[in-house]
Nanobody, 118 residues
């Protein structure tokens, strides 16, 4: 039914760039706030970036501000995370999230590994 499928992860060198994609299906994508979260080994899951369902409003964690950009394409039911100037501390499993507060809906992808290493 509901699916959030991340792609685009992998190994990248420090200072490099990578773009993650999350393809959504099974719900009305345009009505949901979309987000990216990440979890590093031994750490709690943390918010990386959010993009509103309307208006194009975005929010970022301080640690990624100026380096990462979240965007969405409602015609393709896809949300993206463009990452640049990557650091070793960006290494984590990245998760796609869809949220609609008014209906108490909250969906998660399975996660995708991003490793930043030389």
């Amino acid at each position: 039914q509901v699916q959030l499928v991340e792609s685009g992860g992998g190994l990248v060198q420090p200072g490099g760039s990578l773009t993650l994609s999350c393809a959504a299906s099974g719900f009305t994508f345009s009505l949901y706030r979309m987000g990216w979260y990440r979890q590093a080994p031994g750490k709690e899951r943390e918010l990386v970036a959010l993009i509103a369902n309307s208006g194009g409003s975005t929010d970022y964690a301080d640690s990624v501000k100026g380096r990462f950009t979240i965007s969405r394409d409602d015609a393709r039911d896809t949300v993206y995370l463009q990452m640049s100037s990557l650091k070793s501390e960006d290494t984590a499993v990245y998760y796609c999230n869809a949220n609609r507060l008014v209906t108490r809906r909250d969906y998660w992808g399975q996660g995708i590994q991003v490793t930043v290493s030389s």
